[in-house]
C-alpha cells in the first residue's frame, strides 16, 4: 500500500488501512512520543491518544507537507499536552549564571549511541528535556517553541542553555567515571 492508498482508506474508516497506518508510523511516532514523555508508559498512553486525533483529523489533512511531519506534529502536541507547564518556573532559579556560561555545541554529544542519548536526554528535567527536543532533534526556532509551549523566547533560550550545561555535567561525570 503507498501512503496515498492509506490515508484515502483511513479517511473512509476503513480498518485495513487504518491498521496499515498504525504499523507502519508505530516506531517512528513512539521514538518521537519517548522524547517527550517521561516513561514508556507515557509515552505509548500519548501515543495511543494520538493515533486517536490522527483517525479522527484525518479527513483535515492537506498533502500540501509531508504526511509523516503531520502526524509527528500531532505526537509532539498531545505528549505536551499531558505534561505540567509548571516545569518552566521550577526550573528557572539560578538562570543568570547559566546564560553567562558558553553552551556546549550539539556535536559534543556526537559521539554517543542513539539510546546512550536517548537515555541521558530521558533524565533531563521536563522543561529542559522539551525544549531540548524542539530546538535540537525537531529543529523549531525560539519562536516557534514559544508558541507550542505557552512560554516566552527568552525561556526557551534559558531552558535550551540549561538543557546542554545539563548534558554537559553528565558527560563530564561519566568520563570521570571511567578513566
Not at 498533502?63 to 499531558?82: K, Y
Not at 555545541?105 to 537515555?119: F, K, S, T
Not at 558527560?171 to 578513566?179: A, F, P, S, T
Request: hydrophobic letters at 35%.
Amino acid at each position: 500500500m503507498t501512503e496515498a492508498e492509506i490515508i484515502k482508506g483511513c479517511q473512509k474508516g476503513k480498518a485495513l488501512y487504518q491498521k496499515e497506518l498504525v504499523v507502519r508510523y508505530s516506531p517512528m511516532l513512539m521514538s518521537v512520543s519517548r522524547r517527550y514523555s517521561k516513561d514508556n508508559e507515557m509515552a505509548k498512553d500519548n501515543l495511543q491518544e494520538s493515533f486517536i486525533k490522527i483517525f479522527r483529523h484525518i479527513g483535515k489533512y492537506k498533502p500540501i507537507g509531508s504526511f509523516s511531519a503531520w502526524m509527528r506534529r500531532i505526537v509532539i502536541n498531545t505528549s505536551l499536552q499531558s505534561m505540567d507547564k509548571s516545569c518552566f518556573k521550577r526550573e528557572l532559579s539560578g538562570l543568570d549564571e547559566l546564560l553567562e556560561q558558553p553552551s556546549s555545541p550539539p556535536e559534543a554529544y556526537a559521539h554517543l549511541g542513539a539510546e546512550e542519548l536517548m537515555d541521558l536526554i530521558q533524565q533531563m528535567p521536563q522543561g529542559f528535556r522539551q525544549v531540548f527536543n524542539l530546538s535540537i532533534l525537531e529543529g523549531y526556532s525560539h519562536r516557534e517553541i514559544s508558541e507550542i509551549l505557552g512560554i516566552t523566547e527568552s525561556t526557551s533560550r534559558s531552558q535550551l542553555v540549561r538543557a546542554r550545561n545539563y548534558l554537559k555535567k553528565i558527560l563530564v561525570k561519566r568520563e570521570r567515571i571511567r578513566v
